[in-house]
Every structure is written in structure tokens, then in C-alpha cells.
């Protein structure tokens, strides 16, 4: 069996410190610095990756390649799984994300919202 490695998780942005603030309000991170060009959240418990955010002139242009799944309905069904993934994006809404689009369970899948960062990248509530 192979070894374990940590994973870090980087994105482009325009301004590392604000979206890092707002990855560090949604998952529970801590600050792992600001470098001007550069910051990271960091998980307190060292078990989540480790997220970079760095400067890039350009802006985003087309959907992501790579999302975060941000797991806060695990195990949930139905109406209670949606219930408590629209208190989570009216929490994350006040942070300065937007719903993109909300997902109802249908016969093979359970329900999820798409949503956008304070930058436009997508991520998922699930």
C-alpha cells in the first residue's frame, strides 16, 4: 500500500487574504498567513488540506476544473438533507457567496446546492 501524503488545494485569485478569510469562515480554518501575494487556511487539527490562495493578474473566465465539496449534509435524505443545506448557504450567502443553482433529490441522486465564493469559484454543498 502506498503512503499517505497531505494534499494542499491551491486557487488563483485576486485577493488571497479575502478569500482566504472566507474559506477560513466556511470550513472552521485558521489563518496559516497572509504574504501579500499569497495566504493559506489551514485546518487547527491538521487533518483537512491545507488551502493556498495566490495572486494571478488574470480573472477567472470559465467554470472550474476542480471544486470543494463541503460536506455538511452527510447521511441526511429528503427534505431534511435540503432543510439543512439552505441554512448552510444562507450562512455562507451573509459570508458574500451566492447560490448558483440548488439540486433536488431526484430517483438516483440526493439533493445538493452549487454555489460560488466570494470570487466566483464553484463549490458545492452536499
Same mark, same amino acid.
Given at each position: 500500500? %502506498?503512503? !499517505?501524503?497531505?494534499?494542499?488545494?491551491?486557487?488563483?485569485?485576486?485577493?488571497?487574504?479575502?478569500?482566504?478569510? $472566507?474559506?477560513?469562515? !466556511? /470550513? *472552521?480554518?485558521?489563518? @496559516? %498567513?497572509? $504574504?501579500?501575494?499569497?495566504?493559506? &487556511?489551514?485546518?487547527? &487539527?491538521?487533518? @483537512? +488540506?491545507?488551502?493556498?490562495?495566490?495572486?494571478? +493578474?488574470? *480573472?477567472?473566465? =470559465?467554470?472550474?476544473?476542480?471544486?470543494?465539496?463541503?460536506?455538511? %449534509?452527510?447521511?441526511?435524505? *429528503?427534505?431534511?438533507? /435540503?432543510?439543512? /443545506?439552505?441554512?448552510?448557504?444562507?450562512?455562507? =450567502? &451573509?459570508? %458574500?457567496?451566492? =447560490? $448558483?443553482?440548488?439540486? =433536488? &433529490?431526484?430517483?438516483?441522486?440526493?439533493?445538493?446546492?452549487?454555489?460560488?465564493?466570494?470570487? *466566483?469559484?464553484?463549490?458545492?454543498?452536499?
Amino acid at each position: 500500500m %502506498g503512503t !499517505v501524503r497531505k494534499v494542499q488545494v491551491t486557487f488563483d485569485c485576486a485577493e488571497p487574504e479575502r478569500v482566504a478569510r $472566507f474559506w477560513c469562515s !466556511v /470550513l *472552521g480554518y485558521v489563518s @496559516g %498567513g497572509d $504574504f501579500g501575494d499569497a495566504a493559506v &487556511a489551514q485546518d487547527p &487539527a491538521g487533518e @483537512g +488540506p491545507r488551502l493556498y490562495f495566490q495572486r494571478v +493578474p488574470e *480573472g477567472k473566465t =470559465v467554470k472550474n476544473r476542480v471544486h470543494l465539496d463541503v460536506r455538511v %449534509g452527510t447521511g441526511l435524505v *429528503g427534505a431534511e438533507r /435540503l432543510a439543512v /443545506l439552505t441554512a448552510e448557504s444562507e450562512r455562507l =450567502v &451573509a459570508l %458574500g457567496a451566492t =447560490v $448558483f443553482q440548488v439540486l =433536488v &433529490a431526484d430517483e438516483e441522486n440526493e439533493s445538493c446546492i452549487v454555489m460560488q465564493d466570494v470570487e *466566483g469559484n464553484e463549490f458545492c454543498l452536499d
